[in-house]
């Protein structure tokens, strides 16, 4: 009965894990830049923020990543539909140069995808 109590609640965690990190709700807001676009985005608390950042199409994007999470996972961003990737190092900011985008969807992650945000290009 013992092992049974113990292994419903390895599921029950491992299930509440992987809903927390990559099933649940996104906090932070949709952030829209205009054609002058530059943009810092904060990597703390297991998030970016914003995680959702609205572009206007074939105008370049200078994004500068501010991370104040010691977690090894935030040490690097990854947007891997445009191969570019970036090591953050941490307290202080990176900035990163983005071409101009053609329209559509372009997700950013860590390296094991528990941070994750997207870009909206249009």
Aim: aromatic letters at 8%; a negative charge; proline letters at 8%.
């Amino acid at each position: 009965m013992m092992h049974l109590l113990v292994n419903l609640t390895g599921l029950l965690l491992i299930g509440a894990t992987v809903w927390w990190f990559w099933l649940g709700p996104t906090k932070a807001a949709a952030v829209v830049l205009p054609s002058a676009s530059k943009l810092e985005i904060l990597v703390k608390d297991g998030v970016y923020q914003p995680d959702q950042i609205l572009l206007p199409a074939g105008q370049p994007t200078e994004l500068i990543f501010r991370r104040e999470d010691p977690n090894p996972c935030a040490e690097h961003v990854l947007f891997p539909d445009l191969e570019i990737s970036a090591q953050l190092a941490s307290d202080t900011s990176t900035r990163l140069q983005l071409p101009a985008l053609e329209a559509g969807e372009y997700p950013f992650h860590c390296q094991m995808q528990m941070y994750r945000g997207r870009l909206l290009v249009e």
